[in-house]
């Protein structure tokens, strides 16, 4: 069906950067929304940034000023870039995709997550 792979993440200072990537794979048809969440240690998942094909972007107030958020349409992929990266930011992020697909004759449509990558901003 479809499938979500990330790349990125990792060990960042305070105040420093890091670009997530991923991609989307598969017999798709379209894919609707793509962006991000992410989940902290004892909290629940959270938007952090998603855009529809259209470029209608959707963020949290507390990445807006500091993460960028861009598609390839084309080659169903999305990135984030983030600076200034801060201790909460903290998190296990987690790919997203609302996605029409074909199965068999039929076209379908649901939500794909990735497995995660590790975001980890300390000194």
């Known amino acids: 069906q479809v499938q979500l792979v990330e790349s990125g993440g990792g060990l960042v200072q305070p105040g420093g950067s890091l670009r997530l990537s991923c991609a989307a794979s598969?017999?798709?048809?379209?894919?609707?929304?793509m962006g991000w969440y992410r989940q902290a240690p004892g909290k629940e998942r959270e938007l952090v940034a998603t855009l529809t094909s259209g470029g209608s972007r959707n963020a949290a107030d507390s990445v807006e000023d500091r993460f960028t958020i861009s598609r390839d349409n084309a080659r169903n992929t999305v990135s984030l870039q983030m600076n200034s990266l801060k201790s909460e930011d903290t998190a296990v992020y987690y790919c997203y995709a609302d996605v029409s697909y074909y199965n068999g004759p039929y076209s379908r449509r649901g939500d794909y997550w990735g497995q995660g990558t590790q975001v980890t901003v300390s000194s």
């Open positions: 598969g017999s798709i048809s379209s894919v609707h929304v």
